[in-house]
């Protein structure tokens, strides 16, 4: 069994870190669209919470047209946070599996974010694809004890 299957967390908190749309850059039919896509991670220590931050900007001919990150909070069960404490060095290691999982939830609370931002709008048909949070969570989480 995987620390992401074995961990014990809550969705404790969403907040729109950045929405932003500009018009003027809106692409015509025949564009090609580039999405990039990152995914960061924090931690606080003192409370358990683990924090991921996915970032999408879509882009044509490199001007942003549509950009948003979302700030997803979880909550760790404080005998799993302990699990990733290594109290002789002074940090804590968030495994990437469960790093990988979170980013997963978040992802998708990016995706219906996107969706309820931009119903109504021009900017409404551009949805997040499926994304491969492997592909942009590569290792552990390795952060200072505080």
């Known amino acids: 069994m995987s620390n992401a299957q074995r961990t014990r967390f809550k969705l404790i908190g969403i907040k729109t870190e950045q929405f932003a749309t500009f018009e ?37 001919n490199g001007h942003v047209f549509l950009s948003l990150s979302i700030v997803v909070q979880y909550l760790i069960a404080p005998d799993d946070w302990r699990s990733f404490v290594d109290a002789d060095q002074n940090i804590v290691i968030i495994p990437k599996d469960l790093l990988t999982h979170l980013g997963f939830l978040a992802v998708s609370t990016c995706r219906g974010t996107l969706h309820a931002k931009t119903e109504g709008t021009p900017f ?4 997040l694809p ?9 290792e552990d989480f390795v952060s200072a004890l505080k």
């Open 130 to 138: 499926l994304i491969d949070v492997n592909q942009l969570i590569k």
């Open 24 to 60: 003027e850059y809106l692409p015509k039919q025949d564009q090609s669209i580039e999405l990039n896509a990152e995914i960061k991670q924090g931690v606080n220590s003192d409370d358990k919470i683990i924090a991921i931050v996915p970032k999408f900007t879509f882009s044509v």
């Open 124 to 127: 409404n048909h551009f949805l």
